[in-house]
């Protein structure tokens, strides 16, 4: 996944993760049911929100979409009338694909190879900017894709301490950014087909820039070292196997299923919810925002690495005369074989014969 900079010159509400830098509350009128984002649909029932992703035609996470989770995290922990919310795909067979690597490519074509000190000092700067209310000039400046890295970073801190239970009901391919965030949701259900789930980052040059270490609570670090090393989607019943998602349930079922359970767990009081859950996230995740800190820059290395811009052209280059729907599915071996260019040239090249 990456961090794109569209949409990002609104300042960021930050009350919730805990150690971050707090301003004032800003209910949205209508409550979160009542946000207009373009890339989520909305609809309240109850105690439960679904928010279906809507982005045709294949679903990719953009800088919109992550422009919209953050605005939308945000009012529904503000919302005292949600009690949990349910995050699925609008269209059938599609949950989050992966990030738009066509945007990732654009945004870093041509960028300077940078070290990993430097990346570290860029974002602990971009920190203290907001900490000094200087969001608007950051948005503004080249240093806006990292004020969007640090908005999406809070954003997934926000998930893990949210008042309201967060359920990701996956009814198609969930790769790359719409993994990363999803495993900072609290649960995670699975339909028996068109699901899947995988990390192709590695097969890129790139490292995640959000869920790593999150997933690797989840399914222990070598599993998660696995699974982007394979750079392969893994089928439901592989992800309940290893512990990735909660449960595995029939296509056809699934929405009612998931939106039965959030039913019953909007019931619990929000309170006593973020309490119980601050407890379970502290004590895996002390220091969440200095590993999140770490991982995004250890991506933006790799990202401005030649080598991955080169992977990234390519894969832009394999898309082309294709209906649009991600080579990773529809032509998945150069990339989990690791010949679709040789990634250990320097600048990227064909693959030794």
Same mark, same amino acid.
């Given at each position: ?17 805990p ?86 490519s ?23 900017? /907001? ?7 950051? *948005? @503004?400046? =080249? +240093?806006?894709?990292?004020? #969007? ?29 719409g ?16 699901a ?44 309940l ?17 998931v939106?039965?359970m ?16 601050? /407890? ?7 220091? *969440? @925002?200095? =590993? +999140?800190?770490?991982?995004? #820059? ?5 990202m ?50």
């Amino acid at each position: 996944m990456a961090y794109a900079a569209e949409g990002f010159d609104r300042p960021m509400d930050r009350a919730a993760p805990p150690g971050g830098e707090q301003t004032d509350r800003r209910p949205v009128d209508g409550g979160a049911a009542g946000l207009r984002l373009p890339t989520l649909r909305l609809e309240q029932s109850g105690r439960v929100l679904t928010a279906w992703v809507d982005a045709p035609p294949f679903n990719y996470m953009t800088s919109a979409m992550q422009q919209d989770f953050i605005r939308l995290v945000e009012a529904v922990e503000h919302d005292d009338s949600v009690g949990a919310v349910v995050v699925t795909g609008a269209l059938p067979g599609r949950f989050i694909t992966h990030f738009d690597i066509a945007q990732m490519s654009s945004g870093t074509d041509g960028a300077v190879e940078i070290s990993g000190a430097r990346a570290r000092n860029l974002y602990r700067g971009v920190r203290a900017m /907001i900490r000094w209310g200087g969001e608007r000039l950051l *948005a @503004r400046s =080249s +240093l806006k894709g990292l004020l #969007a890295g640090v908005r999406f970073q809070d954003m997934a801190l926000r998930l893990m301490y949210s008042p309201a239970v967060w359920i990701a009901a996956v009814n198609g391919p969930c790769g790359g950014g719409g993994l990363e965030m999803s495993v900072f949701f609290d649960m995670r259900v699975s339909a028996d087909r068109d699901a899947c789930f995988g990390l192709p980052e590695l097969s890129l040059g790139l490292t995640t820039t959000l869920g790593a270490q999150r997933l690797a609570q989840l399914v222990g670090p070598s599993r998660a070292l696995e699974m982007m090393l394979e750079a392969r989607f893994y089928a439901p019943r592989e992800a309940l196997e290893l512990g990735l998602v909660n449960r595995v349930v029939p296509a056809e079922d699934l929405l009612d299923t998931v939106q039965r359970m959030a039913e019953r767990y909007a019931r619990r009081p929000r309170k006593t919810v973020a309490l119980q859950k601050r /407890i379970f996230n502290d004590a895996h995740a002390a220091s *969440a @925002r200095a =590993s +999140l800190s770490q991982e995004a #820059a250890a991506a933006l290395t790799s990202m401005m690495s030649p080598a991955s811009q080169a992977a990234m052209r390519q894969w832009v280059r394999m898309q082309e005369g294709t209906d649009g729907d991600s080579v990773f599915l529809t032509r998945p071996e150069p990339w989990t074989e690791g010949t679709a260019l040789d990634m250990n040239v320097p600048t990227g090249g064909p693959v030794p014969s």
